[in-house]
Each structure stands twice: as C-alpha cells, then as structure tokens.
C-alpha cells in the first residue's frame, strides 16, 4: 500500500452512513484500526430514519455540504472515468437513468476534494454498487489504488455485470464476504478476473462468541433480525406463526430492524390476532441487538436472498438454533439437521421447520447449536478477517494504537 504520511492508510467508502444494519463494516473498521492504520471513513449519503424513533446510537458523522459541482470540472470528470459513451453504455447495461452515473461523477469528484484534505493510501468500498462505482471513478480521476468488498444478494444481480467487469480490470482487489458471493460475481464475468481476489469473512470479535448457553425448557422465545423490507419476507413468517402447528406454541417473536413495510407489517400481525406475541423492536444497537438475540431460542431468517447474512452468524455465535431460507449462500453456514434448519422459501415451509424445532428435545437442540458455534468460531473471527485485509491492501509493518483523532467519519 502507498503510504500518506507517516502510517499507512485507508479511506473506507459506503454509500450510506448510518445504517443500523451494517455495524458489521464498523466492527471491521475497528479491527483494522486497531493494527495501525489509520482509517478515514467516507459515506456518499447521509441516512435518515423513517418513523419518529430515531437510529440507534452510532458512530459520529461529520456532515460536509455537497454543494454544486460546476459544470467544466464536471464535464472533465466525465471525460477522465470514460466519456459519456462509456456512461450511457453502463446506464444501458444495467437498465437505468443515466442520471445515476452522473450522480456518481459528481459524488467522484467531491470526494477527490475532501480527499486532498484527507488524504489515503487506498480506497475501500462495501458492496458491488453505488460506492464502489466512485471509487472506479476516483482511482480514473487520480490513480489511487481501491479495491471493494462484494457481499451477495442485490450485489451479484446480473445488471451490474458490466460495472463489476469495469471495476475489476481496475481494482488493486477484489474482496468478498463469501464462496457463494464469490461464485455469482464470477458467474457473470466472461472471462477469468483481471485483478487479486480472496474471501474475507465478516468476522466478529472473540468475545461475542459465547462459552455456554442457557436452554429454556421450551424453546418457544423467536427473534429475526432483519430490515422491514420485502426482499426479508417476514410476511412469510407471519405466515407460518399463523399456521394450526405453530399457533399458541410461540411464547414471543421479535422483528429487530426498521424499513418501510412496518405499518403493513403491523397491519398484519393484527388482522391475524398474533399482536399478543410479535413485537417490533425497530432498529436497535449492536449491543440491544446482541441482547434480543440473547433473550431468544429461535432464530429465523425468511428471505428472497441473501449472501451469507451477518444476523445468522451472530445468532450462531450467541448459541441459538437458526432456521433460515434455503436461498443465496446460507449453506456455507447451515448444514440442515447439523448446524441448523433450512426451509424451501414457502410459509409452509416454515411453519414446518418451526414445528421441528419446537419439538427437538433440548439434548438435541444443544447438540445442534454447538455445532453452529464451533463452525462459526473457527471462520468468523475478526482478528483473522482484518490480517487477511491488511495483507490484501498492502502488507503492513508492526501494530501502533490508534489515537482519538484517528477517528473521521465524512458525508461527501
């Protein structure tokens, strides 16, 4: 890695800053800081909570004005990251406005700017869209080296072939968060990458992982954890409490996560007289959330698709027995009838999947969940994932303790 100053450093780009559901990304900042290097950490847009509840706390974010982008250093970005053909074939590609690309351009060369100010070694996006196509751009309007984290799900649809293929014929790496993200960036390539890649888990720092667990004699105490948003189904799972061989076995289900299906959500969960039993938690902090895990036996994840969600390793990790949909990369984790449930997508399907595990006696259950623990402990492990990053950036030189003033957070 180049180094600015006297310590190597890394700008971290997301697009949104904050997002309760990608605390993850700041357990991995953390953990890279923690060996030395200073991290500055961007943002493309600020989020806002949608209910009257605001976030939970978060880290700090430093807002910096966007203000205009005149049109001549516009116009000369455009030309630096490829012309506008080469933005209206991307827009083409991938079925969009080509709007978008130029709001891309312009969040580029904002960036840049506070960038001179800020300066880093190497740039880090997470996820395979919006701020990893800035950071292509950045390293077309300067020359710094980015690489970018591909997690699965909405990442590896195919109408972002043509971006990923763009983004890897420049990227000093290409990181993803599992085999199975892996695998689909790969599907849609036609031809073998350009660039360095490698699996870097999203690990969790040792002492989340838990010696022992407390079973209830019934495992009746549900929790997902997952935004309030189609592609998450919780309508399924709404379903399946419903179902004859669920129904008045449930002592509670918690929804943790916010999203824009609540009010519906809530809808339901009344018109199906199961208001007494779900709760909805909104989004809650790392901690809260570790604590509702806790306070559950049950994990579910019904879902659309996923890479290999963060929820469910976390569950693993706290000991509880996970049913999850048999969908994305869920099968690096969940080995059905060994380290867990795994259900066909239907609300049948789980309702059934329920009914096996509100019947698996707890010797079994513990036996299962074990497993979950030894599988999880031994891949996901923080210290590992952010050495496996360092080496991926650049290979750096003996740990120093990162100061207070080591800690930006900016809103381009």
């Known amino acids: 890695m180049t180094l600015a100053g006297s310590r190597p450093s890394v700008g971290y780009l997301v697009s949104e800053h904050p997002k309760p559901s990608q605390t993850f990304i700041e357990r991995e900042i953390d953990a890279v800081r923690a060996r030395g290097v200073r991290v500055v950490e961007f943002a493309l847009w600020s989020s806002q909570p949608t ?33 506008r ?87 000093h790496t290409v990181v993803f968060a599992s085999e199975y993200a892996r695998a689909a960036f790969k599907r849609y390539q036609n031809a073998p990458l350009p660039c360095p890649s490698q699996v870097v888990r999203c690990g969790l720092p040792r002492d989340y992982f838990c010696s022992q ?6 495992a009746s105490r549900l929790c997902v954890v997952a935004r309030l948003e189609r592609p998450k189904r919780h309508d399924i799972l709404i379903d399946a409490l419903d179902d004859a061989g669920v ?21 339901q969960v009344r018109e199906r007289g199961l208001a007494s039993i779900v709760r909805f938690r909104g989004a809650l902090s790392s901690s809260d959330t570790r604590r509702a895990i806790d306070a559950s036996d049950i994990c579910v994840l019904p879902t659309d698709d996923e890479g ?33 449930m795994l259900y066909d997508g239907s609300s049948r399907g789980l309702s059934e999947a329920l009914s096996r595990a509100l019947d698996l006696p707890p010797i079994e259950r513990s036996a299962m969940t074990g497993r979950a623990l030894s599988l999880v402990r031994d891949r996901y492990v923080e210290d590992d994932s952010a050495d496996q990053l360092l080496r991926l950036f650049a290979g750096q030189d003996a740990a120093q303790s990162p100061t207070a003033s080591d800690r930006h957070t900016h809103n381009v």
């Open 51 to 83: 209910r009257a509840n605001p976030w939970p706390a978060v880290r700090p974010l430093a807002v910096f004005e966007e203000g205009p982008v005149d049109s001549v250093r516009f116009e000369r970005a455009v030309a630096d990251v490829g012309g």
């Open 247 to 267: 129904r008045g076995r449930v002592e509670r289900c918690e929804f943790v996560g916010e999203g824009n299906l609540r009010s519906t959500l809530e809808s």
């Open 85 to 171: 053909a080469e933005l209206e074939r991307l827009a083409a590609e991938r079925g969009a406005n080509m709007t978008i690309y130029e709001g891309y351009v312009r969040k580029s060369v904002q960036l840049v700017g506070l960038l001179g100010t800020n300066p880093v070694g190497h740039l880090h996006a997470h996820f395979g869209m919006g701020a990893s196509m800035v950071a292509l751009f950045v390293h077309r309007m300067t020359g710094l080296p980015f690489s970018f984290t591909v997690h699965g799900g909405e990442d590896v649809h195919p109408r972002y072939a043509l971006e990923h293929a763009l983004k890897a014929d420049s990227a």
């Open 308 to 340: 290999v969600p963060v929820a469910i390793i976390e569950a693993m990790a706290r000991q509880k027995l996970c049913i999850a949909a048999d969908v994305g990369g869920l099968r690096e984790i969940i080995e059905p009838g060994v380290t867990g």
């Open 213 to 218: 667990a407390e079973f209830s004699p019934r």
